[in-house]
């Protein structure tokens, strides 16, 4: 299975202000899923970030809030904009195995707390 | 979009007892349901997976089995042991999660009891 890190692993942040976090995996792959999960909660699909293209949002997830940047097929960041305390989350990203496999496998996670 | 119901939200066994979690899609073209396990401040594990042609599919204690008519999975867990305790996240997923995005369910908390 491939090799995720993300960075930072969690951060405490003031609200009103901005928190880009890092997915890097240790091979190419033309897919890269950024996931939320709330206190407690399931995860729940950001935004599908592709290399060469503007991601893909989920229904409640916008541009402004949540830029993604994906400059190559190993690295992709996620932007938290103006953070409110309900953005108190785990950030996670994930990564298909790639082939005829269908797995997908997950960072270790960002835990993002805002005051 | 897809909506994936999970079921039960805690389920809390004995050892050596069997452990099952169901959950339902509404969406007949999802053809890919994997099961994830999460620990405590961990990132959330694929144990077992399931595709639409197939009916059943065992791995050890684990088994998944999946109803396409009915629009059902299921996860069984058998033999349980305390370090089995976690919480169980089911998924669907239209085309295979490499070309996908996976929809979750809403988890279950499985305590396995000493």
Redesign the interface.
């Known amino acids: 299975s491939a090799v995720i890190s993300q960075k930072p692993s969690r951060d405490i942040c003031q609200r009103g202000t901005s928190l880009t976090i890092q997915c890097q995996v240790d091979s190419q792959v033309t897919?890269m899923?950024w996931y939320r999960q709330q206190p407690g909660?399931?995860?729940?699909?950001i935004a599908?970030a592709n290399q060469g293209s503007e991601a893909t949002y989920?229904?409640g997830f916008v541009i402004d809030k949540f830029p993604i940047s994906r400059p190559n097929l190993t690295f992709s960041t996620l932007t938290v904009s103006n953070m409110s305390p309900e953005d108190s989350s785990i950030y996670?990203c994930?990564v298909?195995?790639?082939?005829y496999?269908?797995?997908?496998?997950?960072?270790?996670?960002t835990r993002l707390t805002v005051l | 979009?897809e909506n994936v119901e999970q079921h039960p939200s805690t389920l809390s066994v004995q050892e050596g007892d069997s452990a099952v979690i169901k959950c339902t899609y509404s969406d007949s073209a999802s053809n890919?349901f994997?099961w994830y396990k999460q620990e405590l401040g961990?990132?959330?594990?694929?144990i077992i997976?399931i595709?639409s042609n197939v009916g059943e599919k065992k791995d050890q204690r684990i088994a998944v089995t999946l109803n396409k008519t009915a629009k059902h999975f299921s996860l069984h867990i058998t033999e349980t042991q305390p370090e089995d305790s976690a919480v169980y996240?089911c998924a669907a997923?239209k085309y295979?999660?490499?070309?996908g995005?996976?929809?979750?369910?809403?988890?279950t908390i499985l305590t396995v009891h000493p």
């Not at chain 1, 909660?41 to 699909?45: D, G, I, K, R, V």
């Not at chain 1, 298909?96 to 082939?99: F, I, K, N, R, W």
């Not at chain 2, 295979?96 to 070309?99: D, I, K, L, Q």
């Not at chain 2, 995005?101 to 988890?107: D, E, S």
Request: proline share 8%; hydrophobic share 25%; no cysteine.
């Open positions: 897919m899923f909660q399931s995860l729940t699909l599908t989920e229904s996670l994930s298909p195995a790639g082939g496999r269908n797995e997908q496998f997950f960072g270790p996670g | 979009g890919y994997p961990k990132r959330p594990q694929l997976d595709r996240f997923s295979g999660a490499s070309y995005k996976l929809t979750f369910g809403q988890g």
